[in-house]
């Protein structure tokens, strides 16, 4: 079974922090996303690789940048974490193709 | 603008009864998933659609793709408690997954 572990169930934070949101998936899945998802705006991607070291923006990535130095692990950084990014993140994995993607259970990160 | 609009966005019903959902789009997928998540966790896949008109059972649940790969439902049959849950369709195209909102399903005991 494809295991996606994201480091954190739940995180407090301040605003003005930089946040690390972490990612480790176990089987050798070449695509990983982030998302975020919020009441009634349902999943968005902020950001996706396709192999080490290279990432796309997704549809939301104002305030978030990543980073994949290996290909197992992909991180999610809030640069300086503002009230508004509030919300529950997912990761995923999938090998390249329309293949399912396999997803953490999430890190519901609170900024105050 | 949404790729994928899912109606209704929240569904109650009475165990045993049965239900439908739907998931719209104007745009053509390669695929199309259906996913369920519980509160607390993360998307699970239930099933993939990819022929245009094809159906797929699982157990009580039955999927249908449209002749034209753009829409899909979600049938129910004799709900239990243990269908709720936020459905999720997902259409795949360039390697990326475009998500509707969900259908929250609350099935009453």
């Known amino acids: 079974d494809v295991k996606v572990t994201q480091s954190s169930r739940y995180l407090v934070k301040r605003t003005g922090e930089k946040v690390f949101l972490e990612c480790v998936q176990d089987?050798?899945?070449?695509?990983m996303f982030w998302y975020r998802q919020d009441p009634g705006l349902g999943l968005r991607l902020i950001y996706f690789?396709?192999?080490?070291?290279?990432?796309e923006k997704g549809d939301i990535p104002e305030g978030y940048s990543v980073s994949r130095e290996k290909k197992e692990r992909f991180s999610l950084i809030l640069e300086s974490a503002s009230t508004n990014q509030t919300s529950m993140y997912l990761c995923?994995?999938?090998?390249?193709?329309?293949?399912?993607?396999?997803f953490g259970d999430g890190t519901r990160l609170s900024i105050l | 603008t949404q790729l994928l609009e899912q109606s209704p966005q929240f569904l109650s019903i009475q165990e045993g009864e049965n239900l439908t959902v739907y998931c719209n789009s104007s745009?053509?997928?390669?695929?199309l998933q259906w996913y369920r998540q519980e509160p607390g966790e993360g998307p699970v896949l239930l099933v993939t659609?990819?022929?245009?008109?094809e159906v797929k059972k699982l157990k009580r649940l039955t999927f249908q793709f449209g002749d034209a790969r753009k829409d899909s439902s979600l049938h129910i049959t004799a709900a239990q408690p243990g269908d709720t849950g936020l459905y999720l369709c997902?259409?795949?195209?360039?390697?990326?997954?475009?998500f509707g909102k969900g259908n929250q399903v609350v099935v009453i005991p």
């Open positions: 745009s053509v997928f390669s695929s």
């Open positions: 659609v990819v022929t245009g008109g």
């Open positions: 089987m050798d899945h070449e695509n």
């Open positions: 995923a994995s999938v090998s390249p193709g329309d293949q399912p993607q396999h």
């Open positions: 997902a259409g795949a195209k360039d390697n990326r997954l475009a």
């Open positions: 690789s396709y192999d080490v070291k290279m990432k």
